[in-house]
């Protein structure tokens, strides 16, 4: 074999390993989505328009999509292998939907309102599947649950609920989280179920006061500060 050959052969080969290589490495392509079933208004409007249509059983969504459901009204979507309910009054875009040889990713942005997600994995792959919202993110491996752009409740798996600043927390099945805003946090599922735990005011008390609303108000501690700069405590009652 001539130098040329050889030079022919090599270039083949190495031609050959890369495609071998880029293929076990896999090719992101658009996964399908659809609208699987309708009720009432939902209208959708697509990248690139300012148009909103009437959206219609079997249409496709594509990337950057914007739903929108009215009052009453409901949407059950197809995104791959993974099921979402739109709720009334939701809007939301589809961000990103894309499959290759590990699995499938969806990545969903909630502006307002409520959704509920079933989410499986394709036959022998995984799914990453996001939901972002103004305030947190879920992100999930199959699983099903509630989201409503603050609060979640997990029916089935597991969902890592984060902010922002990464703060975060696990919620497992059975299990609800929230965004609270005063502490910049999301609230653990153990705070979550004590606060669901946590007895109500007893009936016709409308003023917080345990013993009714005709008992004394007992005022709190009162803190001054006389011009000697000793302090007393005194309490009063309304």
């Known amino acids: 074999m001539n130098s040329m050959s050889m030079k022919n052969a090599l270039f083949v080969l190495i031609f050959v390993m890369a495609g071998g290589f880029l293929y076990a490495q896999g090719t992101d392509t658009p ?5 699987r079933d309708l009720s009432g208004t939902v209208e959708t409007r697509y990248s690139g328009s300012a148009v909103w249509v009437n959206a219609a059983k079997g ?16 949407a059950v ?11 009334p009054l939701t809007r939301l875009s589809l961000e990103e939907i894309i499959r290759n040889q590990n699995g499938e990713q969806v990545n969903l942005y909630l502006q307002t309102g ?20 103004p305030s947190v993110t879920a992100s999930v491996r199959g699983t099903s649950f509630d989201f409503d752009t603050e609060n ?16 975060q ?3 497992d099945e059975g299990e609800r989280s929230y965004v609270d805003e005063v502490n910049n946090r999301v609230t653990s599922p153990f705070d979550a179920a004590r606060e669901d735990a946590a007895p109500g005011l007893p009936p016709g ?11 004394p108000v007992i005022i709190p501690p009162v803190l001054s500060s006389p011009q000697d700069g ?3 405590v005194g309490f009063g009652w309304d």
């Open 169 to 171: 927390v696990y919620v």
């Open 152 to 167: 979640i409740r997990v029916e089935e798996g597991q969902v890592l609920y984060s902010l922002a600043n990464e703060r």
């Open 59 to 74: 249409d496709s969504i594509g990337k950057d999509t914007i739903i929108s459901t009215g009052f009453r009204s409901t």
């Open 205 to 215: 008390n409308g003023s917080g006061n345990p013993a009714g609303d005709n008992a």
């Open 77 to 87: 979507i197809s995104l791959g292998n993974s099921t979402l309910t739109v709720r």
């Open 230 to 232: 000793s302090a007393s």
């Open 114 to 133: 409520r959704v509920r997600a079933k989410v499986n994995p394709p036959s022998g792959g995984t799914v990453d599947f996001t939901i972002r919202s």
């Open 31 to 35: 996964a399908s989505a659809f609208f």
